[in-house]
């Protein structure tokens, strides 16, 4: 019988302990065993297995990947005003809480997120023609009625900048009905701003009588 592979003489010996069929394969080298008188088996009809000789690669463990941080969303417009407003009312009550260097510091945030909820292309001129709707309570509704944008203000915003301007058309409402019809329609034409302006730059009415005088008017006109 000719050489047979570890293999081929393992499958010889079916039935037999490892252990046992190890030194009888040291044995069958050496030249100290003979096979069994049975018929030698095919390559075919035994299976390739790996032998004790054959180095076993060891599985390259992979590195989990770091699960990826979630992006922050960008903020809505009406976060953004209502941060806007939150700044806008802390540096009004508590400005007494903040040294120059914090208030440079909050006004500049305010200024980012008034640039970011403008519409697109606003601009404000002395000249502009306005309009303010009162409601019942401090709800109010300013708007350019020159450039149609809409801006969402309060009472007392309105009676610190601009109580003594009478370059504006003011309307009192029994309810804030009319007021929320008229939000909505800016807001679809993409025209509303949920946010006070800014006092100089995105309104630019006449705050007291100087301001008035400049323009050729009298304190108490309408």
Request: charged content about 35%; overall charge positive.
């Amino acid at each position: 019988m000719t050489e047979v592979t570890y293999n081929q003489f393992r499958g010889l010996h079916k039935g037999t302990p490892q252990k046992k069929v190890s030194k009888l394969w040291k044995k069958y080298k050496d030249g100290k065993y003979k096979l069994p008188a049975v018929e030698e088996p095919t390559i075919e009809e035994v299976p390739e297995e790996p032998t004790v000789e054959e180095v076993v690669e060891k599985p390259v463990k992979k590195t989990p990947k770091k699960p990826k941080k979630a992006k922050k969303s960008e903020p809505t417009q009406m976060e953004k005003c209502n941060e806007y407003e939150r700044y806008r009312r802390e540096l009004d009550r508590f400005s007494f809480k903040y040294n120059e260097e914090e208030t440079k510091k909050v006004l500049k945030r305010m200024n980012e997120y008034a640039k970011d909820t403008i519409p697109e292309g606003y601009t404000c001129e002395p000249t502009d023609s306005w309009k303010i709707w009162f409601g019942p309570s401090e709800k109010s509704l300013l708007i350019n009625t020159t450039r149609r944008v809409a801006f969402k203000v309060d009472r007392g915003w309105w009676q610190k900048h601009y109580q003594t301007t009478i370059y504006v058309d003011r309307e009192l409402l029994k309810s804030n009905d009319l007021m929320d019809k008229i939000a909505k329609q800016y807001s679809i034409l993409k025209r509303y701003v949920p946010r006070t302006p800014v006092v100089g730059l995105e309104c630019k009415l006449p705050q007291g009588v100087k301001d008035i005088q400049m323009r050729g008017g009298h304190a108490g006109d309408r």
